[in-house]
């Protein structure tokens, strides 16, 4: 994949991280903004808008190493890719695309439970950005 997000700072308890379920058979890369994909905290690595945002992956993921649980960090500082729109100081953000964040400026974004974090700087469209994740 690309556009993985990168760590800035871990905050609270070395970035809270929460354990996950995931597919044996997918390989993902460390930094994949995750989502909530079905029930028994089932995730998948971020594809499109609407998606409930869980956390960042915090481990590289091999395909069919057997391995179907991993850990997402829920409280840090993280470069996240916009996905084209731009975005300005204290917006709120949500998944938007793989790896990427838009601005969250609809009831439902809000509603649904797709928020990612907090945007921590002003940018042009398809910039990186600042997000204070919070789960």
């Known amino acids: 994949m690309a556009n993985e997000a990168v760590i800035i700072s871990l905050l609270g308890n070395g970035g809270d991280p929460m354990d996950i379920v995931v597919s044996n058979t997918t390989a993902i890369t460390k930094g994949t903004l995750m989502y ?3 029930d028994g905290n089932v995730c998948s690595a971020s594809s499109a808008d609407g998606q409930i945002f869980v956390g960042i992956l915090t481990a590289d993921k091999v395909a069919s190493d057997g391995q179907t649980h991993m850990s997402v ?4 500082v993280a470069d996240i890719k916009d996905s084209g729109a731009g975005m300005t100081l204290g917006d709120l953000c ?3 695309g793989a790896n990427l964040v838009a601005t969250a400026d609809e009831a439902g974004a809000l509603g649904e439970r797709e928020v990612v974090g907090l945007v921590l700087e002003t940018t042009t469209a398809s ?3 600042a ?3 919070r789960k």
């Open 36 to 38: 909530l994909s079905g």
């Open 73 to 76: 960090y829920t409280n840090c």
């Open 94 to 96: 949500k998944l938007n």
């Open 127 to 129: 910039e990186v950005v």
């Open 131 to 133: 997000v204070r994740i």
